[in-house]
């Protein structure tokens, strides 16, 4: 016997110890080719004539370079090496991930980026500069929430089915602006625990901070982290972000996370107490749930009802109800309607009810207002405290897009949370 022919028996001898799957398996494309070449007793060349391909047509399949999917060869190919036709396919493409790892990891990174993030909506806030230079999205929102890989985003991805509305929020502006918020959180460790009854006893004062536009809610913030209650703010990123606020959980205690919904300061501290209510109340279920967002209300008349995944129900109503009886009950709006256009009337009448007076034109707006009657009360509504009072929550800071764990980190020695 020949030293070429002890080599083929050999090899033979030992393929024969492999089932035909175990056997596609074990060798790679072109050694299976080989060994069928050696089974058979032919040629490379012979092999491309009963394949009817070109030898570098051939060479590309078997070396997973080729530069589109050639299935039709990949198909003949399978009948020759007496292998099914599946089986061949799933070893070109592990063949392919092996010899293109780098060109298949960039598509993947791609198809991600515009899978979980609306890029149009990233480049219109200045986060980036282009829908189209892949590497340098990666790179600004890896800084942005300090991540090592780009596949870390989602792991705070909702899955809870939202409260509805008129207005529908985009999910990939919604999801974006929970991430900001969870890498927030993350950065503001409370050690307190939740102390329900002493938030219960503290409630009745929460409201008279409201006439401190630029300092009030921090002493409310600084008082509710005491009682194991985290409150942040984060702008809301995107336009078709239609959101209030959210309260969920983090370690097991609640957190709230507003929005600057509207332009109006009266509208941020309702949705405080409504979150607030839900803390209150709906406490088991947001903790069993992990989180609950307040979405627009739908002004249709329909009950307004948040779900909270399957059969967890959070009604919006009692939660909204409870936050305007709370701040200026429609029993008090009755009383000041008649002098709605007398300013100082309004403004005595607001103060000796604990609430700033914007609060008094902001309901009144509500329930009797028209598009048109917002310019005429509008001067009654504060601007540059209002401004002052979100950049001491930070707000700005995140439109700068400098890493959210810096901007907590500025925000909590700010709110002197690390201190509480």
């Known amino acids: 016997m020949s030293k070429k022919d002890k080599h083929s028996d050999v090899n033979r001898l030992l393929r024969d110890l492999f089932k035909d799957d175990a056997r596609v398996k074990a060798f790679q494309l072109k050694e299976l080719f080989e060994q069928r070449l050696d089974d058979l007793s032919i040629t490379k060349h012979q092999a491309c004539i009963i394949l009817d391909v070109e030898n570098k047509t051939l060479d590309s399949v078997l070396e997973g370079d080729s530069k589109k999917i050639d299935f039709l060869t990949i198909l ?34 791609r198809s991600f980026l515009v899978d979980n993030f609306d890029l149009p909506e990233l480049k219109r806030i200045g986060l980036i500069d282009s829908i189209n230079d892949f590497d340098a999205i990666e790179s600004k929102i890896k800084s ?22 008129k207005r529908k929020s985009g999910k990939k502006s919604l999801n974006f602006w929970f991430e900001a918020v969870c890498k927030s ?7 307190n625990t939740y102390d329900r009854e002493a938030l219960i006893n503290y409630f009745p004062k929460i409201r008279m901070h409201s006439m401190n536009v630029e300092e009030g809610l921090l002493v409310v913030a600084q008082k509710l982290f005491k009682f194991g209650v985290t409150l942040i703010i984060v702008p809301k990123f995107n336009k078709n972000l239609h959101l209030r606020g959210a309260t969920f959980s983090h370690r ?9 919904y509207t332009q109006f300061y009266p509208t941020l501290w309702f949705a405080l107490i409504h979150e607030l209510y839900h803390v209150l109340y ?9 989180h609950h967002f307040s979405i627009e209300i739908d002004d249709s008349g329909k009950r307004n009802v948040a779900k ?9 109503d009692e939660a909204n109800d409870f936050a305007r009886e709370y701040l200026f009950s429609k029993e008090k709006l009755e ?16 103060r000796e009810n604990h609430v700033h007076p914007s609060f008094v034109y902001n309901f009144y707006l509500w329930e009797y207002g028209k598009s048109s009657l917002y310019g005429k009360y509008n001067k009654f509504f504060p601007k540059d405290e209002y401004d002052n009072l979100l950049e001491n929550f930070k707000v700005g800071d995140y439109l700068t897009f400098k890493p959210v764990k810096d901007i907590s980190r500025d925000r909590n020695i700010n709110l002197k949370y690390n201190t509480i």
Not at 252 to 260: G, M, Q, R, S, V
């Open 144 to 165: 942005f929430f300090s991540y090592e890989n780009i596949f870390e985003y989602g792991k705070n991805k909702i899955s809870a089915t939202l409260s509805s509305g």
């Open 252 to 260: 097991e205690k609640p957190c709230i996370a507003l929005t600057k």
């Open 76 to 109: 003949k190919l399978s009948y020759l090496l007496n292998i099914s036709h599946h089986d061949l396919i799933d070893k070109y493409f592990d063949l392919v991930f092996d010899t293109k790892k780098e060109s298949i990891e960039k598509a993947r990174k």
């Open 282 to 290: 709906d406490w088991d279920t947001i903790k069993n749930e992990k």
């Open 335 to 350: 009383e000041v309607l008649p002098h709605i256009d007398e300013p100082m009337f309004i403004d005595r009448y607001a």
């Open 185 to 191: 959180i993350e950065k503001t460790p409370n050690p």
């Open 308 to 316: 909270i995944i399957d059969d967890f129900e959070i009604d919006e």
